[in-house]
């Protein structure tokens, strides 16, 4: 029998996958080659192949896997080819305490599972990458209806999950206003805060001001980092510190991004208590923080890239929304302080104008007094 069945009708039907299937030597599998596999599990294979939705399953004693293509795009990615005809216990390595036991469940009890926006750590894309997932596992039984394997449907909640989180963390940004935080120092320091309850997206940041016309920076509110000036000086300038990125940033008004952070500062992050474990960060985008009416720049703000996230177009537009919020906080402090002083200096000219009168209604009163009597 032909060990790798170029022309079995079954993988015809799965599209890229299916050649991919066509491809796989089943023989090296406890399956063995495709045209002996029960019908109960040619059926299985077929519906998944023929499905638009995410789908994985796994059959036989070491639970061999199987996928569709919706699957391999939204959830495997470069684990693909590799994990075909694998056991899911190799190929879901990294969460296998997370989805074992409910795989054993599903095999042991015949009962399905589901899981609603589950956080998963995956190793999909190179790093431990933070994901969730809403998925049921399902029973498979053969012809006598014993559990051979199990189905899982899935859908991908990862954008959902994150997108929502990082909503609330700019909502909360758009609440800083002059009338809780009048100043822009007050503003900076209630951005941060912000920031902070937010670390999952942004594990630390610093706000710098800028000062002296532009020739130096104070250091006016962080979180995430170590107060220690080889991460958080508390002034820099650019006599002394020439080569800081900060000054391209505002001399060009273009946010940069650092990489490298894990190594070079290693041990100058404070815990953020992410779930998936305590690693520093490895980049920093440093932004500029435009003036009231997009002006030129009036600091920077530095924010921290999660080590769970890559650093993609969305995450990028997050950041920049985030150096926005910070940015109009500053703004309007800047404004209300000089809506302030130009009312203290109406209201000194109107004490001066007060005074000027009465002297003037006193002087005159004293002569036409006199003359009355």
């Not at 029998?1 to 015809?12: E, S, T, V, Y």
């Not at 296998?96 to 036991?101: A, F, K, S």
């Not at 997932?133 to 006598?144: E, I, K, Q």
Request: hydrophobic share 40%; with cysteine; proline share 7%.
């Amino acid at each position: 029998m032909n060990a790798r069945p170029q022309g079995d009708p079954l993988f015809a039907l799965g599209g890229e996958l299916g050649r991919a299937m066509a491809d796989r030597d089943w023989s090296a599998t406890p399956l063995g080659p495709s045209p002996g596999w029960p019908a109960e599990l040619r059926s299985v294979v077929r519906i998944v192949l023929t499905s638009r939705f995410s789908m994985w399953m796994a059959w036989g004693p070491e639970l061999t896997m199987f996928y569709n293509d919706a699957y391999r795009r939204d959830t495997l990615r470069t684990k693909h080819p590799w994990a075909l005809g694998r056991p899911a216990r190799e190929v879901w390595a990294e969460i296998w305490d997370d989805i074992g036991p409910r795989i054993d469940s599903v095999m042991t009890t015949g009962e399905a599972t589901w899981d609603e926006a589950l956080l998963l750590f995956l190793e999909r894309s190179g790093y431990v990458e933070e994901t969730y997932h809403t998925f049921s596992y399902s029973p498979l039984a053969d012809g006598g209806g014993t559990v051979r394997g199990m189905l899982c449907v899935v859908s991908e909640e990862t954008e959902r999950v994150i997108g929502e989180r990082r909503l609330r963390v700019l909502s909360e940004l758009g609440d800083v206003s002059a009338l809780t935080a009048p100043t822009p120092d007050e503003a900076c320091a209630a951005a941060v805060q912000v920031l902070a309850r937010g670390r999952y997206d942004v594990p630390f940041s610093a706000v710098y001001l800028l000062e002296d016309g532009g020739r130096s920076a104070r250091r006016v509110a962080f979180h995430g980092l170590r107060d220690d000036p080889r991460i958080t000086p508390e002034r820099v300038d650019r006599a002394g510190h020439p080569a800081l990125t900060m000054w391209d940033v505002v001399d060009t008004g273009t946010a940069q991004v650092l990489d490298g952070l894990a190594t070079d500062l290693a041990g100058l992050f404070t815990p953020t208590g992410h779930p998936g474990g305590e690693r520093d960060p490895d980049q920093v985008v440093v932004m500029p923080l435009p003036g009231g009416g997009g002006g030129e720049p009036i600091g920077v703000v530095a924010a921290g890239v999660s080590p769970f996230r890559a650093l993609d177009p969305e995450y990028r537009r997050f950041l920049d929304l985030v150096a926005g919020g910070v940015a109009t906080a500053v703004a309007d402090a800047q404004a209300y302080q000089a809506q302030a002083r130009r009312a203290d200096e109406l209201a000194e000219l109107d004490r001066a104008k007060t005074e000027f009168f009465t002297g003037v209604s006193h002087e005159l009163r004293t002569p036409l007094t006199l003359i009355s009597g």
